[in-house]
C-alpha cells in the first residue's frame, strides 16, 4: 500500500499565501511595517532573562511534568490572577509552547470522531483536528451542533483573531453542555491578560462561578508568549482536569515532549512576576489606541477587540483587497480568510510592531 503522507490531511500554510503582498509591502521607501504576526518585539524582562542565564548549567534531562516550583507557580498564578481555585499540582502540565500543544491535543486524547473549533479561529485548530484524522465543525452557537456529541471542542476567549470576549453565562452553557454530552472543553485563553475593557473582562473557563468547583472534562491552554514576550522560548502551560491533565502527562512522558530546565526556571520567574506583565502591556494598550485612530479615520471599521493583540478591522470589501491596500501603504497584514469564512471581509492588525513601526503605520494611514 502506498504511503499518504501525513502533509496531505493538512491545509496550505496561509502565511506562504503573503508573498506577493509582502514584497509589494517592503517595496515601500520607508519599509514594510509587518502586523501580519502576532510575535513579540520588546525586551524580555531582565529578572526572566537572569533566572535563564542562572539555570544554564544544567545537564540532565528535564521532567515532563515540570519542577515542583514551576507546577506551584503555576496554579498559584491562576489563583491570583484569574480567580481560578481547587487546582492541584497534578491539574497542571507545562508544555514546549501552546501551539504545539493545541496541535497534538486530540491525537493525545486519542479522538478520531468530531471537533468543533469557533466560526472564526485560529488555524492550529482545524490543523488539531486533521492531525488526529477527526472531522471538523465550525460553530458559535450550541444549537448549530443539534442532537451531535463532538469529541472534543476549542473555545477560544480572548479570541483570536476577532477580540471577542465570552462572558460567565455561555461559559456556563458551555460547560452545561459537555456535561450532558461527555464533550471535552479546551480553551484557548493565550490572551486573558490583554482584556481593554473593564466592564466585559476576560474570564477564565475555571472560574468557579463558571464551573460551580467541578472542572470535569474542561481543558484551559495558557500561553507566556504574548504576555511576558516568551515566544522564543516556547514557554506555555495546560490546567483543569486532573484525570485528563494525567493522561496528557502520560502521554507525553512518552513521546518525549519536555519543556528545557533553564526554560522552566525562566518561567517561574515570570509568574511570579505580575509588574513585568503589566508593563507589557500598557506597552500595547499605547499602541493599540494609536492604530485605533488611524485606522477609523482611514475609513475602516473595527468589530470585537474588546481583548488580545489584534485589531478586526473591515473596509466593506473583500479581505485581499484590504490586504492589497494596506500593503501599498507598506503596511502588511492578515487577511482574514486566514481563520474562516465569516472573515472574509476583515483584516487581522497585530499590536506587535515597535514603537516606531506602529507610529510609522500611523502617518501612512493618516496620508491614504
Avoid at 85 to 108: D, F, M, N, R, Y
Avoid at 327 to 334: E, M, Q
Wanted: glycine fraction near 8%; charge should be negative.
Amino acid at each position: 500500500m502506498a504511503r499518504q503522507p501525513l502533509s496531505t490531511r493538512l491545509p496550505d500554510f496561509p502565511w506562504d499565501s503573503l508573498k506577493d503582498a509582502k514584497a509589494k509591502a517592503e517595496a515601500h521607501p520607508d519599509g514594510i511595517v509587518n502586523l501580519s504576526v502576532g510575535t513579540p518585539v520588546d525586551d524580555v524582562a531582565p529578572s526572566i532573562q537572569l533566572a535563564l542565564a542562572e539555570s544554564s548549567n544544567i545537564s540532565g534531562y528535564p521532567q515532563t511534568m515540570g519542577t515542583p516550583e514551576l507546577r506551584d507557580s503555576i496554579v498559584a498564578w491562576l489563583e491570583r490572577r484569574y480567580g481560578v481555585s481547587g487546582l492541584t499540582e497534578k491539574s497542571v502540565l507545562p508544555v514546549v509552547g501552546t501551539k504545539e500543544a493545541i496541535a497534538w491535543l486530540p491525537t493525545l486524547l486519542g479522538v478520531s470522531g468530531k471537533v468543533v473549533i469557533p466560526e472564526v479561529a485560529y488555524p492550529t485548530y482545524e490543523v488539531a483536528a486533521r492531525l488526529a484524522g477527526a472531522s471538523v465543525q465550525r460553530a458559535d452557537s450550541l444549537l448549530q451542533l443539534g442532537p451531535s456529541s463532538p469529541d472534543l471542542m476549542f473555545i477560544n476567549s480572548p479570541s483570536n483573531p476577532t477580540g471577542k470576549v465570552l462572558g460567565i453565562d455561555h461559559l456556563r452553557k458551555v460547560v452545561q453542555f459537555a456535561r450532558e454530552r461527555n464533550v471535552i472543553i479546551a480553551a484557548d485563553e493565550c490572551y486573558i491578560g490583554l482584556g481593554w475593557d473593564d466592564e466585559n473582562p476576560p474570564i477564565s473557563l475555571l472560574d468557579p462561578r463558571v464551573t460551580d468547583g467541578d472542572m470535569t472534562n474542561l481543558l484551559v491552554i495558557h500561553s507566556l508568549s504574548k504576555s511576558s514576550n516568551l515566544a522564543g522560548y516556547r514557554a506555555g502551560f495546560l490546567a483543569g482536569d486532573e484525570s485528563l491533565i494525567q493522561e496528557l502527562l502520560q502521554v507525553r512522558k512518552h513521546a518525549g515532549l519536555m519543556m528545557p530546565a533553564p526554560v522552566q526556571h525562566a518561567m517561574v520567574a515570570a509568574l511570579n512576576d505580575d509588574e513585568q506583565e503589566q508593563a507589557q502591556r500598557l506597552r500595547y494598550a499605547s499602541r493599540r489606541a494609536q492604530l485605533m485612530r488611524a485606522l477609523s479615520e482611514a475609513g475602516m471599521r473595527i468589530d470585537e477587540s474588546h481583548a488580545g493583540l489584534y485589531l478586526w478591522a473591515t473596509r466593506g470589501e473583500p479581505c485581499r483587497e484590504t490586504l492589497d491596500w494596506l500593503a501599498g501603504l507598506g503596511i502588511l497584514v492578515a487577511p482574514g480568510d486566514f481563520y474562516g469564512p465569516r472573515g472574509e471581509e476583515y483584516v487581522r492588525v497585530a499590536l506587535t510592531g515597535t514603537d516606531e513601526r506602529i507610529e510609522a503605520a500611523c502617518r501612512r494611514l493618516a496620508s491614504a
